[in-house]
């Protein structure tokens, strides 16, 4: 078995985009309602990304 680095980092992105995003969020003590909207914007625009480019250019990260 193979390990593919770049389709593991690709689908992991947004969890770590998220974490990033999380730490810094609750080190400036901002609201929790703003956090929560980070993630479903930071999640909506990676999956929207990965749909229209990198799944039509790369079939092969398209696993059902």
Known sequence: MIFNWKYALFTNAPMCLTLIVYIGMTAL???SIWLILAVVVIWLAWYTY???KVYSLHPEFNFP
């Open 50 to 52: 990965a749909g229209w």
């Open 29 to 31: 003590h901002i609201d």
